[in-house]
């Protein structure tokens, strides 16, 4: 790593704050400005092992940020270790000594570009284990910490400040992501003024985003373990809603029609809702009661092209699986990057931003 190279640590104060979404627009805005960037993430924590030649495990999360920025292969660098059980357990019976955030710094060293940005794991604490908490790895390189946090409500402040007590100097500022559009107004007339006064600095108030938000079909097919009955070959579908179709078909179609890109979740024996669901801007029907649907509605979801799934799941399991999948969704389509990246256009501030980062644009 050269002396000139910048490194800014994005951590979060929970599992899937917006990490990705930050990297993916405040690095395509440096790099419009000519800026050269770097990535790392120094622990997995999603992967899959790939066989090429020999078992590669590669971590997810890092190779869709590569892909989705069109890093080069010498801007990348993988995780130097990662959370799996056998890890664990080497360090928690003294057979894993090694020093992780020395080799970290060595990894990174021959790291030639302007800036790089370093990916903390799910929380500001996990990784304690290995000495490479967000905290432990801005200190070991010397590096500030871009803090994002969700909004769930005012006391937000509250963690703020125990976190700036706690970082000091090494934080640089924070994103105060996924804002409610009634907290929007709170955010920006007293959240952020109370921060600025008491010295942290609010580099971006993003709003929440039903497209962000949204989940395709593939992933509710894997959650909820379905069977996919038609249009196996539309799972790529987006669902940004859920809607349970257990009332009497005309007040069911009144409500149907207010909703978009919905999940219905339904009895297999329920005819009339999935004939109406069928006519409304349904992504996929969700059939529960272990009862095949009638081919009435087998053909017609294939005319209009809408995946049916029949799960095993009662219908308030099958809607707590999906309201999880809604909150535990990752960044990984093409029109998720394209969202995140308009977001941070108009919601970040990059001059402020980038008056923390000494680097001399071309």
């Not at 495990?57 to 995780?79: G, H, Q, T, Y």
């Not at 009634?182 to 006064?197: D, E, G, M, R, V």
């Not at 081919?295 to 707590?320: F, G, H, M």
Request: charged share 25%; net charge negative; proline share 4%.
């Amino acid at each position: 790593m050269t002396q000139s190279t910048q490194r800014v640590i994005v951590a979060s104060t929970e599992p899937y704050s917006g990490k990705s979404a930050v990297l993916l627009g405040v690095v395509q805005r440096l790099k419009q400005q000519g800026v050269s960037v770097a990535y790392s993430k120094p622990i997995g924590t999603v992967w899959h092992d790939e066989q090429d030649g020999q078992f590669a495990r590669i971590e997810d999360d890092l190779r869709f940020i590569a892909n989705a920025l069109e890093l080069k292969e010498s801007e990348v660098r993988s995780p130097v270790l990662f959370l799996d059980e056998a890890t664990l357990t080497k360090r928690l019976t003294g057979e894993d000594q090694i020093d992780y955030p020395q080799k970290l710094k060595d990894d990174l060293e021959t790291i030639a570009s302007d800036i790089v940005f370093v990916e903390a794991s799910n929380s500001l604490w996990e990784g304690s284990l290995f000495n490479l908490s967000a905290g432990e790895i801005a200190t070991a390189l010397e590096a500030k910490i871009l803090l994002v946090i969700p909004f769930h409500d005012k006391l937000l402040v509250d963690s703020l400040l125990t976190i700036q007590r706690f970082l000091g100097d090494r934080l640089m500022g924070v994103v105060i992501n996924k804002i409610p559009p009634n907290a929007l107004t709170i955010a920006k007339q007293q959240i952020k003024p109370f921060l600025s006064k008491n010295g942290i600095s609010v580099y971006g108030l993003i709003p929440s985003d039903r497209i962000l938000r949204s989940v395709n079909v593939r992933e509710l097919v894997k959650r909820l373990d379905a069977d996919v009955l038609c249009r196996s070959d539309r799972l790529d579908l987006m669902v940004e809603s859920l809607t349970i179709g257990a009332m009497n078909v005309n007040s069911a179609l009144k409500y149907f029609r207010q909703r978009q890109n919905m999940a219905v979740v339904t009895g297999g024996d329920r005819t009339d809702l999935q004939l109406a669901a069928l006519e409304t801007s349904t992504q996929c029907l969700i059939l529960t009661g272990h009862v095949t649907p009638q081919e009435i509605i087998l053909n017609r979801a294939d005319d209009l092209e809408i995946p049916i799934l029949s799960v095993d799941y009662d219908t308030l399991t099958t809607v707590e699986i999906i309201d999880q999948a809604f909150d535990h969704v990752r960044l990984q389509e093409p029109i998720k990057v394209e969202v995140a990246q308009e977001l941070f256009q108009k919601h970040f501030d990059f001059d402020e931003f980038s008056k923390n980062l000494p680097i001399t644009n071309p």
